[in-house]
Structure formats: structure tokens, C-alpha cells
Nanobody
Framework: QVQLVESGGGSVQAGDSLRLSCAAS????????MGWFRQAPGKEREFVATITWFALSTYADSVKGRFTISRDNAKNTIHLQMNSLKPEDTAVYYC????????????WGQGTQVTVSS
């Protein structure tokens, strides 16, 4: 089994920055992909960013240029640097792991709340 633990959420003002982290532990896989998703109140969960083992990243259009995803393979950890935060970024942010990089995320963290006030 795999455990994903997110950290770094909080309440900030519009324009501020936050850095989320996610540490994976337990069973390990080769070349797995990890990503960030978010869910705002009353909305469906949406994709934010993903990063492959080889550090190829993709982003949702809504966060391009403001968010940066990175990973440390030695520590099985990913980060999401969020700059120029907007009130519409308010959501619970979830870390996820795709064990065989097939696009299906097999493991999910519990989520961390990010609240951005105007």
C-alpha cells in the first residue's frame, strides 16, 4: 500500500504564495507519475498539474505561469509552488500517484486546504 501525505496548505491573501508538499511512503514503484488535483466547494475535482518520473510536467490552463510542480525522486516527494494566488484557487488540494503512468491515479492523499482571500 502507498500513503500520500500533503502539507503546506493555509489561508493567504490574493497575490501571496504557498508551497504544497506531498510525501509518498510504503510500496514503491518504478517511474511513477504524480500530480496535484483540487476540489472547490460545490465543484468537481479538477486537474492542476502532473509530473513524470523524468520531470516532464503539464499544467491546467488556469494555473500556467503561476504554479510550478517539482519532484525529488530520492525522497518520493513532490511540491507545488503556487504564486500569485487568486480567490478562485481556493480549494482542497490533493496529491495523487499513478503507479504505472497510464493516466489512472491509483493512490490519493487526504488533501490540504488552501484558502485565498481577496
Amino acid at each position: 500500500q502507498v500513503q500520500l501525505v500533503e502539507s503546506g496548505g493555509g489561508s493567504v491573501q490574493a497575490g501571496d504564495s504557498l508551497r504544497l508538499s506531498c510525501a509518498a511512503s510504503g510500496r514503491t514503484f518504478n517511474f511513477f507519475k504524480m500530480g496535484w488535483f483540487r476540489q472547490a466547494p460545490g465543484k468537481e475535482r479538477e486537474f492542476v498539474a502532473t509530473i513524470t518520473w523524468f520531470a516532464l510536467s503539464t499544467y491546467a490552463d488556469s494555473v500556467k505561469g503561476r504554479f510550478t510542480i517539482s519532484r525529488d525522486n530520492a525522497k518520493n516527494t513532490i511540491h507545488l509552488q503556487m504564486n500569485s494566488l487568486k480567490p478562485e484557487d481556493t480549494a482542497v488540494y490533493y496529491c495523487a500517484l499513478d503507479s504505472d503512468s497510464d493516466g489512472e491515479y491509483d493512490y490519493w492523499g487526504q488533501g490540504t486546504q488552501v484558502t485565498v482571500s481577496s
